[in-house]
């Protein structure tokens, strides 16, 4: 049974991020209409992905990863249903952005 339950749990967390990953890609979309930014280390133009319904910016150079306000908190807010929970918050994050 509880295979089933766990099967049950998995697919609607799924689902879930599914849903969180579309809405982020339509805010990509509107923000993407925006003026492009620079990376504050190297110049470069940052890239925009979403994450479990985060849009970080991301340089393609140097891999710097910049968060707007609110992001992180958003971020940690997911780490608590992350199923492999054992490493905490650093190990979700390590996890989206691998």
Known sequence: MSDSWDDRQQAQENRYFEKANKE??????????????ACPVDGKTLEQSSMAGVIVDRCPSC???????????????????????EGGALAYIKHLFS
Do not use: F, M, V
């Open 24 to 37: 982020a890609l339509e805010r990509l979309n509107i923000r993407s209409k925006a003026a492009e930014r």
């Open 63 to 85: 891999q710097g990863i910049w968060l707007d306000s609110g992001e992180l908190e958003e971020i940690l807010k997911q780490a608590h249903t992350y199923p492999d929970n």
